[in-house]
Structures are given as C-alpha cells and as structure tokens.
C-alpha cells in the first residue's frame, strides 16, 4: 500500500442499488453477515477482498432503491473509508453520514481507476491522485464530518451528551403536573 495515497479504489457502475449493498435475502441476519454478501452480485470477490481504508468509486445514483440503513453500514463494516460517486440517493446520503459513513460527491469520480491509490482531503473537499491530479468535490460540512469522525449520530450525541456540549431543550422536557 502506497503510504502518501493510502486509499484504493475499488469501482463501480451507476445505479448501485442496495439491494446490491445490502441483499434483501440476509435483512434478518446481523450487520456481519450482510456485510460478507455486500456486492456479491455484482463484485463477488468484493467482500473477500476489501481491505479497511479502501474506497469505493461509482457512477450516478449511488444507493438508489429501499431506504435500508444496512447499506450503507455494511460498507462500514467492511472498513471502506469513503465512497465517491457523482450523485447519491437521497435517503441514502443520511443513512451514510448517520452511521459514519463518509460520502464525497465529486462530478468527475469515474475518471478514478481501479486499483489506484488515493487520497482524501475532506476539508478541502477534495481527492488528491498520485499523479498530482486533483479531483474538486462539494464541501462537506463540518457537522457531517464530525458525525463520521466520531463514527456516526448516535455514537456523535452521546458524545456531545458525555462531554456536556449537547444540552437537553427545555422546550422538550417533559413536566408532571403534581396537582390534583
């Protein structure tokens, strides 16, 4: 593994649906299990294969179909770092982020080839080629690249909660009226 560009690149068409990430087949087994089927039709070799820190690359419309969380966390499970693709489905877009998984839009992802080595600039929004070349991508805000970082929303709030930076809304307490 290249050390400077310490992403590879494992590629992908458009419309990669999640019945593709997630089979609907394994739905009632654990998120391991799913994980070890993530692609197998069309990568069979995918899951065998992925390493933790590779990155998948796709065409348009990304996470298209059922809105099934696994999706995105099979991909989590397997250790891949980020996905770039040109466009996502909206639902799985916040699936993604919620459970750590980081997403890059970048318009000219397909020019990424198999097997190469990469590397992510998030805050610059931004993928660096061994070549020097450099992909642009639409920013990623800070509060979604926290989520990832702290491995998605529910580990994120209770870590906000732990360290007192996410105070309870009074507006939503709840109140006993004691009187009769």
Known sequence: MNGTYPHRVWRL??????????????????IEEIAKHCLER?????AGQVRPGDVLVAGPGFGIGS??????AALVTL?????????????YFRNAFNVGLMLLTCPQAETLAEGEHIALDLEGGRVLRAD?????????????????????LLPQLKRRLAD????????FSIRHDTRS
């Open 164 to 171: 007192g930076s996410l105070k309870a809304n009074p507006m």
């Open 132 to 152: 020097g070349g450099v992909l642009p991508c639409a920013a990623i805000p800070d509060f979604l690249r926290d989520m990832v970082q702290a491995g998605g």
């Open 42 to 46: 069309v990568r069979p070799e995918f």
């Open 13 to 30: 068409g458009a419309d990669v649906d999640t019945d593709q990430l997630a089979p609907g087949a394994y739905m009632k087994f654990s």
């Open 67 to 72: 809105s099934r969380e696994q999706a995105a």
């Open 79 to 91: 250790g891949i770092s980020a996905v770039i693709a040109p466009s996502y489905s909206g639902l």
